[in-house]
Nanobody, 124 residues
Framework: QVQLVESGGGLVRAGGSLRLACAAS????????MGWYRQALGKQRELVAD?????????SYADAVKGRFTISKDLHKNTVYLQMNSLKPEDTAVYYC????????????????WGQGTQVTVSS
């Protein structure tokens, strides 16, 4: 009932930049929070950055990306962005969008949804 569509991944050289986007659609009553996670080959999925929309946009970042990545939102489009600068080879991973969404059908339901993932590869 909620779809998250990611875009913007790709191949970039170290030091370069990419911008990821994630658009949420469906029977959405409210988007409570959105975030980006990543999973490198052979590693566990980890939080990269998130934004709490219920608090007006408080953000948090993994230590590894602080100062390089910026998460932002466009509430009118139910879209979250991740601007990634000064990319490093260790940023290579599949990046997943996550959304905490309240949907409205017969009743309200709050759930956690994931996108399909987008590959980011940083060459040295």
């Amino acid at each position: 009932q909620v779809q998250l569509v990611e875009s913007g991944g790709g191949l970039v050289r170290a030091g370069g930049s990419l911008r990821l986007a994630c658009a949420a659609s469906g029977k959405i009553f409210s988007v409570n929070a959105m975030g980006w996670y990543r999973q490198a080959l052979g590693k566990q999925r980890e939080l990269v950055a998130d934004i709490d929309i219920t608090t007006g946009g408080i953000t948090s970042y993994a230590d590894a990306v602080k100062g390089r990545f910026t998460i932002s939102k466009d509430l009118h489009k139910n879209t979250v962005y991740l601007q990634m600068n000064s990319l490093k080879p260790e940023d290579t991973a599949v990046y997943y969008c996550n959304a905490d969404v309240t949907i409205a059908t017969i009743e309200y339901f709050r759930g956690d949804y994931w996108g399909q993932g987008t590959q980011v590869t940083v060459s040295s």
